[in-house]
């Protein structure tokens, strides 16, 4: 194949809130004039920024762009619950614990988190926008204690600690009486990921890369011992072309039929008050991921990391036209409005400043798409939801691969099957999104 062109451009329902809580920043430029290059990273996010990092450590000198299609940090980078996780956490299990080798995927996790490390390190990120915190696993129900209780022996079972906290530790770390137990693990990094993006953007653009901002590929071709490549403005010609884009992956003619286009909402709440604060009492900064995967994810922030609020996430739905309806938020921030206010009923009924749909890209055999496509283009794609880490291990990975190195990154990756081929769109679309409301509905206490 030596022409891809986009069959679709992202689409983006409600505000990136984590980047609206930041200061304003300038864009970044367009690509408005023709370039040549060795190296194009098309796409902006985790993996995007990690290969385009990666590519000035293995390739010195090297010529770089990075081609994002709306502003850093504005897409999935921007919308996601900034959990970058060490530990194995399958969205498809029942209580995260994985199906294949935990030991080697927390050993590729933890390259992720020290690669990402350094680079806050060397670019000088914020560091409350990479904090080290842990996290904690929140069991509202005796089914989801029991999740916790299996998770737990899972990770003993690999030598890896965990910490059981009681209902009376829940409600003093997060204010909240709604859980019954909790299962803290101390390897999670909380990120402010728009603060993170924005910090590898202008790192490296120290270095010497250059990031365009809303300039969005329409496609590329082969021509002659190069990959041209078509923005709405300009056209870059690059040696090699690395495609960062998740999902949109399938935009661009590859995995076709196999990629599972999912949606989950969040809403944030207004920055709280004294009285507010006072009112809600617990931890300044906590993160809990649901028991259940299905569950409810929630975070507070604090005026280190965009204003002291509450961040609630829930409700999955499957579009396989990669984007969400209106009334698809809608239902969801209903749906958070009362988790939020079960949760915190000393705060029922405060306005929720952002609501937002973010992107997530699933294989049915829980796989990436990260090799060479062919000669001189290489995907690090489709991170099963686990955008954060998984996206800078498959944007090192193609790094790695197109610069010829070899790695236990790449090694991992390339060894994967295939995925798996889905089930024609109409029975994919209603039987994924019957089973997701059932599974929402088992864990609606979570």
Known sequence: MTTYCARRLPVHLGPAAWDAILPPRPLGPELDHDLTVDFAVIGG??????????????APGARIAVLEAGAVAEGASGRNSGF???????????????????????ALNRQALRFAAAAVEDYGIDRNFFDPAGKINGAASPAADAHNASYARHLSSLGEVSERLDAHQMQEITGSAHYLSGLYTPGTVMLQPAGYMRGMADGLRRDGVQVFERSPVTG????????????????????????????HLESFGQARGRLMHLFLFATMTRELDVDALARVGGHPRWGITPSDPMGTTMRRIDSGQGGNRIITRTCAVLRSG??????????????MRRKFDSRFPQLAGMAME?????????????????????????????????????????????????????SDITRHFTTEAAPTRLPPRPVRDMGANAVLRWKEWKARAE
């Open 322 to 335: 990669m984007a969400a309806s209106p009334a698809d938020l809608h239902r969801a921030a209903r749906t």
């Open 220 to 247: 590329f071709s082969r021509q002659g011992g190069a990959w041209a490549v078509a923005t709405p403005k300009a056209r870059l010609t690059a040696g090699k072309v690395i495609l960062t884009v998740n999902g």
């Open 354 to 406: 952002h609501s937002w749909a973010g992107h997530l890209c699933l294989t049915m055999n829980g796989v990436a798409v990260m090799g060479e496509i062919e000669n001189g283009v290489y995907s690090g794609c489709v991170q099963n939801g686990l955008g954060t880490a998984r996206g800078t291990l498959t944007g090192i990975g193609a790094a790695e691969l197109a610069c010829g190195v070899q």
């Open 84 to 106: 970058m996780i060490d530990l194995p956490h399958d969205l498809a299990s029942e209580d995260y614990a994985g199906s294949g080798d935990d030991r080697a995927v927390i």
């Open 45 to 58: 996010g985790f993996a995007g920024m990690a290969a385009a990092r990666h590519l000035t450590q293995l």
